[in-house]
């Protein structure tokens, strides 16, 4: 048995490793958006619906939940996501493929990352409600992230720019070996089932029997559902703006670092806040936030992408502890998969929308109706307990 701080730092160190290698695997993808921008020539809505496909996985995490909360350890499932990562990223680096076959290892690849997120998290919440640090682990989890997006927005740049997005897989290996390392040292407790027969529709039965997760579910979708407009927006950065490549991967670096700030600002108030009065202002937030995109230009840009990034990880940041302390007992890694999956659908539904409505309406009138969508979750907020 480990010393609790020692079982701790392993906890945090897991948690944060997984999550900086889910960011890292960003490295590719300026790449692979060119490669599909300005090689195949695809226009913004069809890169818009591609990138939605590689998603399925992350639909459909309960199902990811159910295997992890009931066979194998967490852990388990950790090393085994990272070889068949390192399989795939072999294939995708080593050999030209037609893209039909490319965009499905890109979904296999994407389904690997979704069983190690989904066994981590299920760590988090059971480990986090235990010593009641959810919200800090998720904390370090997302600065995680970003810290790996330091190296995804100047590095994934000048790997597009210098070579293509194969070398950008390739160069993923050594971080999924390193991962190993901290998943082999931390111990984890054999968890407490709660009693009776167990299968997946027994697990979802229950699930949907809470009345209270229906609602917190019902209010993530709507919550986090708008449609999209980012896509277009890089567009205009290469088309209109005349960005480089380089140019693009320093301001995303420069807003990471502010997106790090704010998760780490969590970190510190996680234990303090209110979380439902923060949830309700930052409903207003969102809204006048896309709302100024309306006005859009070199120096705006930046100025939205430094300071959104900051306001907008103190947010999703707290979303997530939102989630992760409303996680049933027992059946963590499957409850927070779900709610996990309502915000998927949520950010699906936002991309498919923003792709069918951005040729028929113009960019315009897309942020317009995305900022007004912002204010549905409110007929939930006072429901939530």
């Excluded at 692979?32 to 818009?48: D, G």
């Excluded at 609602?215 to 407009?229: E, G, M, R």
């Excluded at 699906?348 to 942020?367: C, E, M, T």
Aim: contains cysteine.
């Amino acid at each position: 048995m480990q010393q609790p701080n020692k079982k701790l730092f392993w906890i945090f160190a897991l948690s944060s490793a997984v999550y900086f290698t889910q960011g890292i695997e960003g490295l590719p993808g300026q790449g692979l958006f060119y490669y599909l921008k300005e090689t195949l020539n695809f226009s913004p809505e069809k890169i818009m619906v591609i990138s939605s496909i590689t998603t399925f996985a992350w639909l459909v995490k309960p199902l990811i939940g159910y295997i992890i909360d009931n066979f194998l350890a967490k852990r388990a499932w950790v090393f085994i996501s990272l070889a068949l990562d390192i399989i795939f990223v072999l294939f995708i680096g080593l050999f030209q493929m037609p893209l039909a076959i490319l965009i499905a290892l890109l979904i296999l690849a994407s389904n690997n990352a979704a069983f190690r997120d989904v066994a981590v998290d299920g760590i988090m919440c059971v480990e986090g409600k235990k010593h009641q640090i959810t919200g800090k682990i998720q904390s370090i989890q997302w600065a995680s992230i970003l810290t790996a997006g330091l190296f995804t927005g100047l590095g994934g740049a000048y790997i597009a720019e210098k070579w293509d997005y194969k070398i950008g897989f390739l160069l993923l290996i050594p971080v999924y070996l390193l991962v190993m390392l901290p998943a082999f040292f931390y111990q984890e407790e054999k968890q407490e089932k709660p009693p009776g027969f167990s299968s997946l529709l027994f697990d979802l039965k229950k699930i949907f029997s809470d009345k209270k997760i229906l609602i917190i579910a019902f209010f993530i979708f709507l919550y986090k559902y708008s449609p999209s407009f980012g896509t277009p927006l890089f567009f205009i950065q290469r088309d209109s703006f005349k960005w480089g490549k380089m140019w693009i991967g320093s301001i995303s670096t420069i807003s990471t670092v502010f997106g790090i700030a704010g998760s780490l600002l969590y970190y510190k108030f996680s234990q303090r806040i209110n979380i439902k009065k923060w949830l309700y202002f930052s409903v207003f937030i969102g809204a006048i936030t896309t709302l100024s995109f309306l006005y859009y230009t070199p120096f705006t840009a930046v100025f939205y992408d430094v300071i959104y990034s900051f306001l907008g990880m103190f947010i999703f940041v707290m979303v997530m502890d939102f989630m992760a302390r409303n996680s049933l007992k027992g059946l963590e890694a499957t409850s927070f998969a779900l709610l996990c999956s309502v915000s998927n659908l949520a950010v699906l539904s936002s991309n498919l929308s923003g792709a069918y409505l951005l040729p028929r309406i113009g960019l315009q009138w897309l942020i317009v109706i995305s900022a007004l969508t912002s204010f549905l979750c409110l007929l939930l907020i006072n429901k939530i307990e």
